[in-house]
């Protein structure tokens, strides 16, 4: 998997939603960009679903084995933030991603719920949760899970 290219179609994709993000439905070119949209989301799961979605199920199987593994698509924020003062950081609001009931404890024990979301820049799987973000997966070591409950 070219990681470099990855990131650069996430990035695209991100800017696409973005901008969309920003129209009032009742823009003359809300409809054309939303299929574009949807076009590139078709190519970035043709050319990345596969491996992603292995990678989206060793995540769950750790992490929340009882929540389905959705299209990797499906784990993109609606809107992403562009961190100032950076060219290609970028934030999102704590409720992007897709809710998942973890097995991950908190300080007294109970198991938290977390948004897992994709973040470009590098490339990774970011697990939101209440005490900060946790990256579970990273094209800086794409061999390496972070993954544990604890």
Known sequence: MNL???????????EMRNE???????????DDLEEDIHACEDGF???????????????????????????????LARRYHLIEGTEDEFEVDPDAGILLETMIKN?????????????P???????????????LWSEESPEQYQLSTN
Request: aromatic share 8%.
């Open 4 to 14: 470099k290219r990855l990131n650069s179609d996430l990035t695209d994709l991100i």
């Open 20 to 30: 969309l993000a920003g129209m009032n439905f009742n823009d003359d070119r809300y």
């Open 45 to 75: 799961l043709e050319r990345y679903g596969e491996i992603l979605e292995d990678v989206l199920e060793k995540i769950h199987l750790v992490i929340a084995p009882d929540n389905d593994v959705l299209l990797p698509t499906a784990y």
């Open 107 to 119: 300080s007294n024990g109970k198991p938290m719920d977390g948004r897992l979301v994709i973040m």
């Open 121 to 135: 820049s590098p490339f990774r799987f970011v697990l939101n949760l209440p005490n900060g973000p946790r990256v």
